[in-house]
């Protein structure tokens, strides 16, 4: 007898399986809306220019090695990480009261604050994410024992936000909730608050003592201005909040690396690493606490619970955003390339807008202009 006879078969994750019954497709015209990844004008992967200057600095540095990264990553990475979430003049960060831990693209630092929550927070606590909301926040925390409520976010008659839906179930839960927050661009519906709104929003989790958890997986995507696609989480800061808030470099460095768990056959998957060996995934997890002291505490904790998980992070793709992060003339150039992929992304929402209008689409279609980011929700069913 093994005990695998138990284990029961789980269901293709639907996106990545979309990618591959995609791939075997032979229709010349097809097109994958299902997975969030930028493409260009030819369909294609898009690598920064800003990226491949950085691999090559990376590449003729005469120090380079192959040695362990410290546990929570390169110190240099997760201090830009949070200067460019929380602003330059961020006074937390001035006031030394930010710790922080590379991670395993936003998954990962979404996971270790996740784990973090399930050791030291108290316990009992419901995280609410919303609905709809990115399939793996609720996997994540329910991996880690945390169970997980939704609340109210997608109003379909507006195909806009549910404001008195979601202020009201904020209200409703218990006090000291963990709320997971989309920073921007929110997944899937591309629609965010506005800023009042997010005022409100905070109105309330301030009076109720919630703990916010900002997943940020498309900072520079949805304005193509990075300090304009963080002020909800510079906003929750400025007005005292303790939070924490996971960082994805995935799409605005176009650092997926995902080719390896999208194709399906190994020879693909080899093909794969020597093509795109370079692409790793690299994120980051910010606490911003109310002192020094307490986060100093937090720091230690991200180091313990990181070295039990993954030991060290991967080097590659921190070290290109660090060395980016960290050069004003290719920061500059960075921001440029983000206006190219969100200037793209804007424009093709336009175009889709004015044909559907000129082709007499009946019903209504400006929330495809309204939203933002990658994702719309179109208001179509399925067929
Ligand atoms: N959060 C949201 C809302 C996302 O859409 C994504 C990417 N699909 C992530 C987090 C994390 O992705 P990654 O681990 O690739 O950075």
Not at 52 to 76: F, M, R, S
Not at 103 to 124: D, N, Q, V
Not at 169 to 183: C, Y
């Amino acid at each position: 007898d093994s005990f695998f006879e138990q284990v029961p078969l789980a269901p293709p994750d639907v996106i990545f399986h979309l990618t591959a019954t995609y791939k075997a497709d032979t229709f010349p015209q097809k097109v994958n809306l299902g997975v969030g990844a930028y493409r260009t004008d030819k369909g294609k992967p898009w690598t920064l220019p800003v990226v491949k200057k950085a691999d090559e600095i990376l590449h003729n540095d005469p120090n380079l090695d192959h040695e362990y990264l410290p546990i929570k990553g390169i110190p240099t990475f997760t201090a830009a990480s949070a200067k460019l979430m929380l602003g330059a003049d961020s006074v937390a960060i001035k006031e030394r009261r930010v710790a922080g831990a590379q991670s395993i693209s936003g998954t990962g630092a979404i996971h270790l604050g996740a784990l973090f929550l399930s050791k030291y927070y108290p316990k009992g606590a419901v995280a609410f994410v919303s609905n709809p909301t990115w399939a793996n926040h609720k996997a994540i925390f329910n991996n880690v024992g945390i169970e997980v409520a939704d609340y109210p976010y997608w109003n379909p008659a507006t195909r806009g936000l549910d404001i008195d839906g979601f202020l009201g179930a904020l209200n409703a839960a218990p006090n000291g909730s963990i709320i997971v927050l989309h920073a921007c661009a929110h997944n899937p519906t591309g629609v965010d608050p506005s800023h009042e709104q997010w005022t409100a929003i905070a109105d309330v989790m301030q009076a109720k003592k919630h703990f916010p958890f900002f997943d940020c997986a498309y900072q520079g995507f949805a304005s193509g201005d990075l300090a304009a696609d963080s002020w909800s989480v510079r906003h929750f800061v400025d007005r005292g909040f303790e939070i924490f808030v996971g960082q994805s470099y995935a799409k605005n460095f176009g650092l997926y690396g995902m080719l390896l768990t999208a194709i399906p056959s190994m020879f693909e998957i080899w093909d794969a690493i020597f093509e795109d060996h370079k692409r790793e995934r690299c994120g980051c997890l910010t606490a911003v606490t109310r002192d020094t002291v307490t986060a100093k505490r937090v720091d230690s904790q991200f180091e313990k619970l990181q070295r039990s998980e993954i030991s060290n992070p991967p080097a590659y793709g921190a070290r290109l955003v660090n060395i980016v992060l960290n050069d004003p003339v290719l920061f500059a150039e960075w921001e440029s390339d983000l206006r190219t992929m969100s200037g793209r992304i804007i424009d093709m929402r336009d175009k889709l807008y004015k044909k559907l209008i000129e082709l007499d689409t009946p019903g209504q279609w400006n929330h495809i202009v309204d939203q933002i980011g990658m994702f719309s929700f179109t208001g179509l069913k399925g067929r």
